[in-house]
């Protein structure tokens, strides 16, 4: 039978152990929630990065068809996936640029409104724009649905660590 005090410090000890477990399970938390955010941010970044250049090209380029091939190239060539023209994709690439070339469009768009015809009445509303920003974030949802993994992780790049030298 164990005396009062092993039994005092058998309590303690597990007191001690649960509050381990505890502690294990909030850092755990907190790592996870840190992480998310982490990744929300890049992807925050990357997003922006990816849209404003292909703003910046679709503003450039008033022929919306030019435009929209160009503002691809931009972003494909961002990637990596490409050097100069979207003929260089592969095959399994073409579902991409058709839910792209859409976003490019709206940003074309964007850049180049249409003035009214003279042939419309005033009052007439102009036609409603797709947000290129809703588009986006729709294509990322059928990217991961489709591939597994977010479509903004393919602009991370691999940095093999470089050896400092000096001389």
């Given at each position: 039978?164990p005396?009062?005090?092993?039994?005092?410090i058998?309590?303690?000890?597990?007191?001690c152990?649960?509050?381990?477990?505890?502690?294990?399970?909030?850092?755990?938390?907190?790592?996870s929630?840190?992480?998310?955010?982490?990744?929300?941010?890049?992807?925050?970044?990357?997003?922006?990065?990816?849209?404003?250049?292909?703003?910046?090209?679709?503003?450039l380029?008033?022929?919306?068809?030019?435009?929209?091939?160009?503002?691809?190239?931009?972003?494909?060539?961002d990637?990596?996936?490409?050097?100069?023209?979207?003929?260089?994709?592969?095959?399994?690439?073409?579902?991409?640029?058709d839910?792209?070339?859409?976003i490019?469009q709206?940003?074309?768009a964007?850049?180049?409104?249409?003035?009214?015809s003279?042939?419309?009445?005033a009052?007439?509303e102009?036609?409603?724009?797709?947000?290129p920003?809703?588009?986006f974030r729709?294509?990322?949802a059928?990217?991961?649905?489709?591939?597994g993994?977010?479509?903004?992780?393919v602009?991370?790049?691999?940095a093999p660590?470089?050896?400092l030298?000096?001389?």
């Open positions: 039978m005396s009062p005090a092993d039994t005092l058998s309590r303690l000890q597990a007191d152990t649960a509050a381990e477990a505890a502690e294990r399970a909030v850092r755990a938390e907190v790592e929630r840190l992480k998310s955010a982490e990744t929300q941010r890049a992807f925050a970044w990357r997003r922006l990065g990816a849209l404003s250049d292909m703003a910046r090209v679709a503003a380029e008033p022929d919306p068809e030019l435009a929209v091939e160009r503002q691809l190239v931009s972003l494909f060539r990637i990596g996936w490409i050097d100069s023209g979207l003929d260089e994709l592969a095959e399994s690439a073409r579902p991409l640029v839910w792209l070339r859409p490019a709206a940003l074309h964007q850049a180049h409104p249409v003035p009214p003279e042939d419309e009445p009052s007439a102009p036609p409603p724009l797709a947000d920003i809703a588009a729709a294509f990322e059928w990217y991961e649905a489709e591939r993994q977010p479509f903004l992780m602009f991370e790049r691999y660590p470089t050896p030298v000096e001389f």
